[in-house]
């Protein structure tokens, strides 16, 4: 195997696994910054959904920078991007200069982990491609399982600022000067251009969107609590039907389009369209509980933030080790069986945290966590595969920058939607720190894993209308 090839994939891999890694390391941290900067559950949230969600809108870009620009150019921009952001992170005080510089990392995360892929399918060798994919799928899937555990040891010992100290240096000193060396260009560039509408159609719409989940539960929250919830109604309302009209002007556009930014003529496939709809869905509840644990345990159980990063680690970070096992399932037996068994197996982890919400320690909320983790890890990789064999191959890079777009929206809506629950629970609950507020995010939590059970059956009673479609 080329040796500038390994030096590509570790310079583009360290840096989107960095880029993952602060994704995550954020939700820990999130009573601390609420006391510090002094905002509720539902504001502080933001921190991680801006960053999702300008991860996701970044993505589908990815087709055209990679025909437009040089490998090492991107490469660069998006070194630059994660260092500005870090930078930032460091040195300002002001809750709205730290959501600017989490949609810098966001868009640096967002260029980075399609070019990583992009470098292992173009210059593999082709014995080597499924391995180094792996690999890749590795990389992207081990970050956030480690995410909460690293915040909460640096949260017990160190400011939180100085995980993003120590991310500038690890980018500037290993990732930046292997990619120089390394990174080549295999593939002649084109002369590809950028429809700036349809880019901002999906912007707007899917930032739209996610507002709209969180005023209309701080509207509620605000109801509960007896303020003036109208205001807020009317931009959860204005924001619905202008991320709707703006979804929808970006799907008539690519019909009228010469070059359009995705093509979409291959979701007319309802079976497809099924998979997809899972695919969203999932990461709701699969990102989402990164937030729940951590959060709940804090708040409601009494831990340290050391240890409620230590809950998620065994089942997310096994579970992330548990997808390749998942592929192999896949290539003896269909996609059918386990794909159906594994999401089976979180239904039956989430119904049990409900079922014990109220009576909830730590050690159970981490072992059925590690339940859902392994079940998810082995589910969720297999969809993709599943829906594209629906799709011609020549729509796969559009299919690829489609379902990647809702992974990452689905992981922001899902944050969202869970902080927004928690809200709701503790408004006029008092203060952090007293049992009656604790008791309120106890409950918070029970309305959660009943939202999450809720989106896992739909999930699953998706997939298997799908196969029911193709065995037809």
């Known amino acids: 195997m080329p040796r500038r090839l390994i030096g590509s994939i570790i310079a583009v891999g360290s840096l989107a696994f960095i880029g993952i890694l602060t994704e995550t390391v954020m939700t820990v941290l999130f009573p601390q910054l609420m006391e510090e900067f002094g905002v509720n559950m539902a504001t502080v949230q933001w921190i991680t959904t801006i960053y999702l969600l300008s991860v996701g809108v970044t993505m589908p870009l990815s087709s055209y920078l990679n025909r437009r620009f040089t490998m090492k150019s991107t490469f660069v921009a998006a070194v630059a991007l994660a260092v500005l952001g870090s930078a930032i ?15 810098i990392q966001g868009v640096g995360s967002g260029v980075a982990t399609p070019l ?15 391995r180094l994919m792996g690999v890749g799928s590795l990389v992207i899937t081990v970050a956030p399982a480690i995410g ?17 100290v120590v991310v500038i240096p690890i980018v500037l000193i290993v990732s930046l000067p292997i990619g120089l060396v390394c990174i080549q260009q295999r593939r002649p560039l084109e002369e590809a ?17 996610i507002l709209a989940i969180n005023q209309g539960g701080v509207a509620i929250s605000d109801s509960v609590s007896g303020k003036d919830a109208v205001p807020t109604i009317v931009v959860a309302v204005a924001s619905l039907i202008v991320g709707a009209a703006s979804l929808v002007f970006f799907g008539w556009s690519t019909k009228r389009s010469y070059s359009p930014l995705i093509r979409l003529g291959w979701m007319r496939d309802r079976v497809v369209m099924f998979h997809l709809a899972a695919y969203l869905l999932m990461p709701m509840v699969g990102i989402g509980f990164g937030y729940v644990i951590t959060n709940l345990a804090q708040l409601s159980l009494g831990t340290t933030a050391l240890v409620a990063g230590l809950l998620v680690l065994p089942g997310a970070l096994i579970g992330a080790f548990f997808a390749p096992v998942g592929g192999m399932f896949y290539d003896r037996y269909g996609a059918r069986r386990p794909i159906l068994a ?6 039956v982890a989430v119904a049990l945290m409900l079922a014990f919400s109220m009576h909830m320690t730590p050690a159970l909320l981490a072992g059925l966590y590690f339940v859902f983790g392994v079940g998810y890890a082995l589910g969720y990789s297999n969809i993709l595969t599943s829906a594209l064999r629906g799709v011609a191959p020549e729509f796969s890079p559009d299919g690829n920058a489609v379902f990647n777009t809702s992974l990452q929206f689905g992981g922001a809506a899902g944050t969202t939607l869970f902080s927004t629950v928690f809200a709701i629970a503790q408004a006029g609950a008092g203060a952090q720190g007293t049992a009656r507020f604790a008791h309120a995010t106890a409950v918070g939590g029970a309305w959660t894993f009943g939202v999450m059970l809720l989106i896992v059956i739909v999930s699953w009673c998706l997939l298997f209308a799908a196969f029911r479609l193709r065995g037809r």
């Open 89 to 103: 992170m460091v040195f300002t005080s002001h809750f709205a200069v730290i959501l600017l510089a989490r949609v």
């Open 116 to 130: 990583m892929m992009n470098i292992i399918l173009q210059q593999s060798p082709r014995s080597k491609v499924g």
């Open 148 to 164: 909460p555990t690293v915040g909460g040891a640096t949260a017990s010992a160190l400011p939180w600022r100085s995980i993003f």
């Open 193 to 209: 251009r950028l429809n700036p509408l349809q880019f901002l159609a999906i912007v707007v719409g899917l930032a739209a969107l």
């Open 342 to 347: 594994a999401f089976t197996a979180c239904i």
